[in-house]
């Protein structure tokens, strides 16, 4: 063997581990687990409450964490909390089975 095809032998295996470095690391990234968030509890700023037959109340406001869904519990916090059913959830005139944070909505609720 002369030294010109020891020189491609050698360079070529050095390359294939170069590579097989390069391919296991990002199999190595690629398998981590992406960290997830606790769930956190539903927090609704309301701007502005509407009564509707004097049986329902219609909250519109910013779902600020968390998420609610169609019949969930709610607790109204004030002077006075009070524990309450969701009846619909309503955004830009559409009902929605669920809310998350981030979107302006509007919640019928019971009594």
Known sequence: MDGQNWVIVFGM??????????????LA???KPTPTQAPQPFLMAVEDAFYINGQRLV?????ERG??????TV???????TKTITVSVTAFKQ???EAKAGDNVG???KG
């Open 75 to 81: 607790e109204m916090v004030g002077s006075n909390p």
């Open 13 to 26: 295996k050095f390359m294939l581990a170069i590579f097989a470095i390069f391919v296991f690391s990002i």
């Open 29 to 31: 990234v690629a398998q």
């Open 67 to 72: 998420s609610i869904k169609t019949g969930e």
């Open 107 to 109: 919640l019928l609720l």
């Open 59 to 63: 909250a519109t406001g910013r779902v």
């Open 95 to 97: 009902m929605l089975t």
